[in-house]
């Protein structure tokens, strides 16, 4: 079992940053991806990016290309999503997850088998 912990949520102005962490416990493998998730009031819940625990791949959604960077720490087993020339519309909860099935598919919510509870992000226009 993972058990994953998302944090660095909160209120900024648009334009600014925000840094989100997403600490793993349990068992990880080389074979696993983790991934990045929103969802807005009303809305369904989006792809936002994806990387393999081990390597270099990453991949993320076009509307936050250029501006969002998804990263991670083998050692502290944790995730970062960097946050830059945030917009109102990025307005959601963040979540992170955990799976092998994203490992080849990671924009894909059903190939991932375990989920945080999600961070609050907020921008102001």
């Known amino acids: 079992q993972v058990q994953l912990v998302e944090s660095g949520g909160g209120l900024v102005q648009a334009g600014g940053s925000l840094r989100l962490s997403c600490a793993a416990s349990g068992r990880t493998f080389s074979s696993a991806a983790m991934g990045w998730f929103r969802q807005a009031p009303g809305k369904e819940r989006e792809f936002i990016a994806t990387i393999r625990w081990s390597g270099d791949s990453t991949y993320s959604a076009d509307s936050v290309k250029g501006r969002f960077t998804i990263s991670r720490d083998n050692a502290k087993n944790t995730v970062y999503l960097q946050m830059n020339s945030l917009k109102p519309e990025d307005t959601a909860v963040y979540y992170c997850?955990?799976?092998?099935?994203?490992?080849?598919?990671?924009?894909?919510?059903?190939?991932?088998?375990?989920w945080g509870q999600g961070t609050q992000v907020t921008v102001s226009s």
């Open positions: 997850a955990a799976g092998t099935r994203a490992y080849y598919s990671g924009k894909y919510a059903h190939n991932y088998d375990y």
